[in-house]
């Protein structure tokens, strides 16, 4: 698609966007507007909640946050890097269980000793 084409189109398209958004003439007309921008630009989604597994056995733990979208690492007592084991207990979670964080960012798990 030429370059003038898509330019025609995508001028429509927002004109559109603008027509439908539009109240009635003296119904709050700068609401309106910035409701537009919102449209235009798109709005973004609140990140999910990160699930909370501290208590959990390290391996069921990174289980559940890999279904739910987040890469996961598991550390030792002194941040070491562990790999994950039934015997091994979550006992801390970076970020924490109840933080907003978008799928496919890091979510670091400390592990207890092996027991």
């Known amino acids: 698609m030429d370059g003038r084409v898509r330019a025609r189109l995508l001028r429509a398209a927002a004109a559109a966007a603008m027509a ?39 391996d069921q733990a990174g289980r559940i946050l890999r279904a739910a979208g987040y890469r996961v690492a598991f550390v030792g007592e002194h941040g070491d890097p562990v790999s994950a084991s039934p015997a091994r207990l979550v006992v801390r979670q970076d970020p924490a269980g109840g933080t907003g964080l978008g799928r496919g960012r890091l979510v670091t798990l400390g592990l207890g000793a092996a027991g």
């Not at 109240?23 to 990160?50: I, K």
Request: charged share 10%.
């Open 20 to 58: 439908v958004a539009l109240p009635a003439a003296g119904a709050g007309t700068l609401g309106a507007l910035s409701g537009c921008a919102a449209v235009a630009q798109g709005a973004a989604e609140p990140a999910p909640a990160l699930l909370d597994v501290v208590g959990k056995p390290a």
